[in-house]
């Protein structure tokens, strides 16, 4: 057995519930395919999984789904969708992006297609209108880097002695040019300096806070990247020993400890995907499903993180906020 074959295999099994069969005889089988790792994601999968079960289908009862996760490497996705292509999946779902999806469009024009993507998927190619996507294409559009300009006005309420704020970005993900353009717009107009830092793997980031503490930044804005929810635990760690004020995309960084999260729920997000493709299994055609625009945002502060920085959050800012961990 390749080295492939096995991690494909591991990633198949750490994503199914305790107890379950490996596949039901008979059952449609759905390949879902995902740019970043899995542990780190159990809550959109369980999510998806909701969505699929309002729908009327359950794994390991009524339906079979096979996981490939490309652990970060964004190369890898070309050969994870044509390998659930072989499979004759009845529908391919992707996560993660653009990447994810195209990967998806490029191994089959004929399964069913599911994505999630953080670009406008028309103006990608990705398919041909929001409102009747055609081909074998639909799902949710997330945005992504249209929040980064709010982003950076939480970060700078929230420290406004902050004269240069920190950006790391994955210069691998589809949506970085156009977040790295947003933030660079609404820093001059506050009038804050942007420290531009780039990462692509775990070493990357360690590099990446290495320098925020060289060059004395006192704030850091995360870019938005499905990779770098995966290393979250690692992100909120490195923070936390910098003591540096961090603001995150996804709720999931605040909860594990992160300061401020403001973007998408991707939970909502995925569980609209899965109630897509259960409507599909059902026959419904993805060509006729319309692109959903994922509205669901949520403002997320973690008080202890903040207590811990020695900041004081303002009255307003938790006056809008969603949720407050303490």
Known sequence: MSRREFLGILGSAVAWPVGAPAQSAGSPVIGFLHVASAGPLEGIVIAFRAGLRDAGYTEGKNVVIEFRWAEGDYNRLPALAAELVRLHVAMIVTGGGEASAFAAKRATDTIPIVFNVGVDPVKTGLVASLGRPGGNLTGVNILTSELATKRVGLLHDLIPSASVIAHLVNPNFPAT??????????????????????????????????????HGVRALLVGSDPFFLSLRDQFVALAARDAIPTIFEQREFAVAGGLISYGTSLKDSYWQMGNYAGRILKGEKPADLPIVQSAKFELVINLKTAKSLGLNVPPGLLSATDEVIE
Request: cysteine-free.
């Open 177 to 214: 040019e156009a977040n790295i353009k947003e933030v660079e717009s609404a820093a001059h107009l506050l009038g804050v300096e942007i420290l531009l830092l780039k990462a692509s793997t775990k070493s990357d980031v360690d590099a990446a806070f290495a320098s925020v503490h060289a």
